[in-house]
């Protein structure tokens, strides 16, 4: 039986791990907005060096589906903790050297091509992190609180986006000169503190049981294919599952900030809305996340679906009002009840989807078919606002992707009342 220490030690694990993760993309996003345009890019045309920016930005998503496979393979063949050292020492070696990395007036154009091969290189960690992180913390968990622990997992992104935002804050204080030339870096060295913490708990940290258990009895030496023969159908859900969880926010960051400088609100007034949002987040995950271990994982993922798509609506009428209050609290309430509802439940539902010995690849599947129809979500939802002038296209969009994800949770719970999951 896996001791309370090792179950412990694994959910830090995970939480340092996802926290490292988005630290890292947070801080790219910070800084591509901010800084990148002008230090890795021709000075003489801003438009190119913002696009090449937020350009680099995308590539890192296109390189982490391949992480994912190469990483789910890894996890099933050689064990989630090998996996888990190497997703963790790329992630920072990555985030460490663009903090070294100089710029176009002293390297040229590989300045840009070597931020955008950096970029390239945390994408494709992150792609293996995220399911090795969850499995780290379901399967050393006991089954009647595999939802907290698991939710743990989760909770890195609110605490990873938490450090990111307090890290660019602080530095940005720095006089303009200051800032410009050396005080941007030093966010991306400071990832060198998380990832040596990163380090020694997951040095410290057993392979489960279960996975030990299974390994010995059902070894897979090519786990991605035989994901595809044998779990086809969970897979499918799994990846149908993912898609109101990973869209829903998309739509109340990345969309909700564009629309609301269209509208006129403040940017401050947004990020700051953005932040305390992440807070609530994090707390609430781990709330449902517990939840699920008393009343099952369909109910509370269902009700974040709901929750998620039957507030959209509401949460746009509230960023128009011009109130700071409803704004901040339009934020908080919709990432903070419907998507942790979903977050926090998500890792012990997709773990229970699947045999032990085939998780790691299982997820990363089904991760990465999610992720690439979601990628498109926010250019869908600006098209359809500026071809029809109004929010209710952007509110079906979430409608109907919420509806796929209800009919797919559905049926995954029928699956797992065949497979049997601790709850739900």
């Known amino acids: 039986m896996t001791s309370a220490t090792q179950r412990h030690r694994a959910a830090a694990a995970a939480t340092v ?12 996003a910070t800084a591509a907005a901010l800084v990148f345009k002008s230090q890795f890019f021709p000075s003489t045309n801003p438009i190119v060096g913002t696009l090449g920016a937020f350009a680099g930005y995308a590539v890192g998503f296109v390189s982490r589906p391949l992480g994912g496979v190469v990483f789910g393979h890894i996890g099933d063949r050689f064990g989630r903790k090998i996996t888990l050292t190497w997703t963790l020492g790329l992630m920072g070696l990555a985030t460490f050297a663009i903090g070294l990395l100089p710029g176009y007036a002293r390297i040229g154009p ?27 913390a379901t399967e050393n968990a006991p089954p009647h609180r595999r939802g907290l622990f698991g939710a743990w997992s989760q909770a890195g992104v609110g605490i990873g986006f938490i450090l990111a935002s307090g890290a660019f804050s602080l530095v940005h204080r720095l006089d303009a000169a200051a800032f410009l030339a050396w005080g941007w870096r030093l966010p991306f060295l400071a990832s060198v503190v998380v990832v040596a913490v990163g380090f020694v708990i997951r040095w410290r940290v057993d392979e489960s049981e279960e996975f030990l258990a299974a390994e010995s009895r059902d070894p897979h030496s090519h786990p991605v294919r035989d994901v595809l023969r044998r779990h086809p159908w969970p897979l499918a859900l799994a990846g149908g599952v993912l898609l109101a969880e990973m869209t829903g926010p998309l739509l109340t960051t990345t969309f909700a900030l564009a ?7 403040d940017s401050g007034l947004m990020l700051t809305a953005v932040t305390i949002s992440m807070v609530a987040d994090t707390v609430m ?50 990432n903070g009840i419907g998507h942790a509802a979903m977050v926090g439940t998500e890792p012990a539902l997709l773990t229970e989807l699947f045999p032990a010995a085939l998780r790691s690849s299982a997820l990363a599947l089904a991760q990465s078919v999610a992720s690439v129809l979601v990628g498109f979500v926010p250019l ?42 601790p709850a739900g």
Request: glycine share 16%; no cysteine; proline share 3%.
């Open 110 to 136: 590989a300045a840009p091509a070597l931020l955008v091969l950096l970029r390239l290189l945390q994408g494709f960690a992150a792609g293996g992190e995220w399911g090795g992180g969850i499995l780290m």
């Open 285 to 334: 995950m781990l709330v449902f996340g517990a939840l699920s271990d008393r009343i099952g994982r369909v109910p509370v993922f269902g009700f974040g679906i709901v929750a998620m798509t039957l507030g959209m609506y509401p949460f746009f009428m509230a960023m128009s009002s011009g109130s700071p209050l409803v704004v901040i609290a339009a934020f908080a309430a919709i």
């Open 380 to 421: 869908a939802a600006t098209s359809l606002y500026y071809a029809t002038g109004s929010i209710l296209a952007v509110v079906g969009l979430m409608g109907a992707v919420g509806a796929i994800s209800l009919a797919a949770l559905l049926a995954a719970g029928r699956v797992l009342g065949v497979t049997r999951s």
């Open 259 to 265: 629309y609301g400088s269209l509208r006129g609100v």
């Open 17 to 28: 791990g996802n926290a490292l993760q988005f630290y890292d993309f947070f801080l790219y």
